[in-house]
């Protein structure tokens, strides 16, 4: 089977039943190019049958560049990056809006959230809908780091998208949305919080 045809499952082509890390340079190959050969391994491990995989694949992919960016600028994990994202999008909320909307589990958004508090990057107040939570805002130096590191991600969002048109950024985030959307009305139950 070639290549770039569809496979439901590695024992179909026993050329694609490993996937080798296979990142090690090549003499005369840049870094990059040793990883790109082996993400697109990764890739073609599954065919088109297998569309959430590489969906998935990709979100892991962008998972580990923004969490070496973000521990590199701004010396937080990525979950206290998702807190900080969310609390200035959001403007003030609780740990458990947080939770929801990132759609992350409420301990990993309270570690962030002490861990954050500690390095006074982000406040609690009364909140008062609820007197057993708190409200999350960011200091003025949280602001300021996201500032700095969310100007450097856009730059990184435009140079991943270059190759894409504005045309078919709305087609591929139009795509997703209904995949999403399908994911969701065929599976309410195991996306309960």
């Known amino acids: 089977m070639a290549m770039g045809m569809d496979t439901d499952s590695a024992s179909e082509n026993p050329s694609h039943a490993r996937v080798a890390d296979d990142s090690s340079p090549v003499p005369g190959q840049s870094d990059g190019h040793a990883m790109l050969a082996a993400s697109e391994r990764r890739w073609q491990l599954f ?3 297998h569309l959430p995989y590489r969906v998935l694949l990709l979100a892991k992919m962008i998972d580990r560049v ?4 973000v521990r590199d600028r701004a010396a937080m994990s990525l979950a206290e990056w998702r807190v900080i994202s969310h609390v200035e999008l959001m403007k003030q909320c609780s740990a ?9 589990d409420r301990s990993e958004v309270s570690r962030a959230v002490a861990a954050l508090e500690s390095r006074k990057l982000i406040q609690r107040d009364p909140n008062p809908r609820n007197r057993k939570s708190s409200l999350i805002s960011l200091t003025p130096e949280g602001k300021a780091i996201y500032a700095m590191v969310r100007e450097e ?8 998208l270059e190759d894409l048109s504005s045309e ?6 139009t795509a997703l949305r209904t995949v999403m959307r399908r994911i ?10």
Request: net charge negative.
């Open 47 to 49: 065919g088109l049958s």
């Open 184 to 193: 969701v009305l065929s599976n309410p139950d195991a996306l309960k919080a």
């Open 168 to 173: 078919d950024r709305a087609q591929l985030d």
């Open 96 to 104: 458990a809006e947080i939770a929801e909307a990132a759609f992350v």
């Open 153 to 160: 991600r856009t730059h990184m969002y435009e140079e991943w």
């Open 66 to 69: 923004t969490s070496q960016h």
